[in-house]
């Protein structure tokens, strides 16, 4: 056993982080202030390779794996979780490689991987977030299209991307609902699309967010990935894979929330002294690294099992909750130690503290994956 990263994964993350730290303060605020996407940045991480890091070497991407890719997660979140957001330009692609046929492969992956395209997954709804299955979007067959109705809420990517991959209705008359869905790539300037960019979030704010509406949007049916009615479930199968990479946004952002502390806590005084001269204060950052490196272990492993094949869901859930949980709690006991300066924009440490909720909600909620591990154990 082990639990060492092989040297050119740790060589992967020391770049990662070395790009991260020397580019992103550059746009952090700004894409904060201003909720904007930060294109020059995404296409110079896009010409070193890491957005397609994860898409296979056949389809022009780096092939380092779900735990390759989950490094890089980790060392940007840990410099700015709402930048590292340009890693999710290949978000929904997944489901291409997944389930799709060679031919979408061939069509829509080497884009991706070359940063000449965005993707995205179009799967939440205004009433069914958490609740994939109480989708309503429709898409109805007309000799060699499907016609798409409807609305999602909460896209990533949504006014930016090229393509999306879209969870439809599909046979409305099937008894289990879960047996309804399919997935239908569309490409985002067909007509009948509208697409509107949701401000005001609390966090990750440079990160694009949007609602889409279809208003008989045709595709041609060859746009199916996979089975008609396997939808939902090719959906799940894909968060099983996914969640790992997720979830090391959870331990860098937790990573880089602690190295904003150690920082302070050496260099502030009081009462004649450095904070980090107090033993409360020495108990806080001891229990902030050991959740950190808890969260690390449970996501390298849920990762490393998915590119042996061994796909876990029960740990890939523990991995998702754990790491979102603890990023929040780290970031939130970082600003505590920062004290009044901690409350300041001024500090990057708020916006740790901003950026971290999204991790107990966003891709699974924290009772989701919860609700995943318990059902999984009393099978």
């Not at 990533?156 to 239908?184: A, Q, Y």
């Not at 694009?208 to 049916?221: G, K, S």
Request: hydrophobic fraction near 40%; aromatic fraction near 10%; proline fraction near 3%.
């Amino acid at each position: 056993m082990d639990f060492e990263l092989p040297e050119e994964l740790k060589m992967l993350a020391d770049t990662a982080y070395r790009f991260a730290k020397a580019e992103f303060p550059k746009y952090a605020r700004e894409c904060d202030r201003e909720e904007k996407f930060p294109w020059e940045l995404w296409k110079k991480a896009c010409e070193l390779g890491f957005t397609g890091a994860w898409i296979p070497e056949e389809y022009g991407g780096g092939g380092v794996g779900r735990l390759g890719f989950a490094v890089i997660m980790e060392q940007f979140a840990r410099v700015d979780l709402g930048l590292s957001h340009i890693l999710s330009s290949t978000f929904g692609a997944d489901l291409i490689l997944l389930f799709g046929a060679e031919e979408q492969k061939k069509k829509y992956l080497p884009p991706l991987a070359k940063g000449e395209a965005i993707s995205a997954g179009a799967f939440s709804e205004p009433d069914a977030g958490t609740d994939v299955a109480g989708i309503r979007t429709r898409a109805e067959k007309e000799g060699n299209e499907y016609v798409i109705n409807g609305s999602k809420m909460f896209i990533t990517n949504g006014t930016i991307c090229d393509f999306m991959v879209v969870l439809c209705i599909t046979n409305p008359e099937e008894e289990k609902r879960h047996r309804r869905m399919s997935l239908i790539l569309v490409e985002a300037d067909r007509p009948g699309i509208t697409r509107n960019k949701i401000y005001g979030k609390m966090g990750i704010r440079a990160s694009d967010t949007a609602e889409i509406t279809f208003e008989n949007v045709r595709v041609p049916v060859e746009n199916l990935i996979g089975q008609e009615g396997r939808g939902f479930h090719q959906v799940m199968q894909m968060f099983n894979v996914t969640r790992a990479s997720v979830a090391a946004r959870g331990v860098g952002c937790a990573q880089g929330a602690l190295d904003l502390a150690v920082s302070y806590v050496k260099e502030r005084k009081a009462f004649g002294q450095p904070l980090a001269a107090f033993q409360v204060i020495q108990f806080k950052i001891a229990e902030m690294a050991t959740r950190v490196e808890l969260a690390r272990n449970t996501v390298y492993k849920a990762a490393w099992k998915v590119d042996r094949g061994e796909i876990d869901p029960t740990l890939s859930a523990m991995a998702k909750y754990y790491a979102g949980e603890t990023a929040v709690w780290v970031a939130n006991q970082a600003l505590q130690l920062h004290g009044g300066y901690g409350y300041i924009d001024e500090y990057d440490v708020q916006r740790f503290y901003r950026d971290a909720k999204i991790l107990e909600i966003y891709e699974g909620t924290t009772e989701a994956e919860k609700l995943t591990i318990a059902r999984r154990l009393l099978a």
